[in-house]
Nanobody, 125 residues
Framework: VQLQASGGGLVQAGGSLRLSCAAS????????TAWFRQAPGKERQFVAASRRSGGSTYYADSVKGRFTLSRDNAKKMSYLQLNSLKPGDTAVYYC???????????????????WGQGTLVTVSS
């Protein structure tokens, strides 16, 4: 299984970016996918997840209403639309996948067996 994240870059506060995660080596529709981020000097934190069952999405409170997670099972792609970006959103963003589908553990880093390499998002003030 491989996950390849892309789409990061430098953007001004208030701007937008679209992150993509290309998956291979798995039946994508049967995997729950998620995005996490890690800011400099901080622990990796949950951003959003899309359940394999029905595709319901869940967001961290800090990004709710600004970020939108979607998936295209046919293309084996996960997309994270980042709008109204703030300097506090600056981080390396990682996509992740798991064959598990337990609601209570969606936000836990340890739930995810597969990780992409990360893409850097820098938001300037």
């Amino acid at each position: 299984v491989q996950l390849q994240a892309s789409g990061g870059g430098l953007v001004q506060a208030g701007g937008s970016l679209r992150l993509s995660c290309a998956a291979s080596g798995l039946t994508f529709s049967t995997y729950t996918t998620a995005w996490f981020r890690q800011a400099p000097g901080k622990e990796r934190q949950f951003v959003a997840a899309s359940r394999r069952s029905g595709g319901s999405t869940y967001y961290a409170d800090s990004v709710k209403g600004r970020f939108t997670l979607s998936r295209d099972n046919a293309k084996k792609m996960s997309y994270l639309q980042l709008n109204s970006l703030k300097p506090g959103d600056t981080a390396v963003y990682y996509c992740a996948a798991t064959s598990r589908d337990i609601l209570s553990s969606l936000r836990m880093e340890g739930t995810y067996a597969y990780w992409g390499q990360g893409t850097l998002v820098t938001v300037s003030s």
